[in-house]
């Protein structure tokens, strides 16, 4: 997977290979699905969620220039892979799932794993973490119709903001930077993501 998918597309980041290499994604799809864990491509996971493809997991990872002691505020837990890949890199992870039972799963995923600085929240990750903020960083794994306020809120100045956004068939990979208060954004990739899903449609 690293040399296939990472390398030979360009992802460069040694500290990214070197989580993609060691997080077991096969501990973080269904059972039945186990045979394809490593396959170029996203899987499901249930509740109409899935897996990402791994190479946009490292692509979107390696955006983000993560130092250790980073503290990184993930929307979209899923299954909890890419919560992994970022506490591989040292970082403070602070990650919040709509749908609770998933929410429930991937932090019993991830505390059998030995992953110890990573919280996990059940809620709409629209709203964010405030009493958490601010962050380094922002990555969130499901496509809102615009970046949400309440995100940019609690990204420090000088931090990196990677999101998809869209509706159900098209959307952009953006990367938002916050310098002197303002936000830079630019286009990096098309992508596909399950809709982001808010409080009130899980009703």
Known sequence: MVQQQLKARD??????????????????????????????GPL?????Q??????????MTEQLQLKPNDRVLEVGT?????????AELGTRVYT?????????SAEATLRRLGY???HVKAGDGYKGWPEAAPFDAVIVTCAPDHVPQPLTDELKEGGRMIIPVGDRFAQQLYLLEKK???????????VRFVPMRREAEQK
């Open 50 to 59: 899935t897996i990402s493809q791994p190479y946009i997991v490292a692509f």
């Open 180 to 190: 002197n208060g303002r936000l830079r954004e630019s286009a990096v990739l098309p």
């Open 116 to 118: 110890k600085d990573v």
């Open 11 to 40: 992802i460069k980041d040694d500290r990214v290979l070197a989580a993609m290499a060691k997080v077991p994604r096969e501990e973080f799809v269904p059972p039945d699905s186990r045979g394809a864990s490593y396959t170029d």
């Open 96 to 104: 919040i799932e709509i749908v609770e039972p998933l929410a429930k």
């Open 78 to 86: 899923g299954s909890g892979y890419q919560t992994a890949i970022l």
């Open 44 to 48: 499901p996971i249930g509740y109409g």
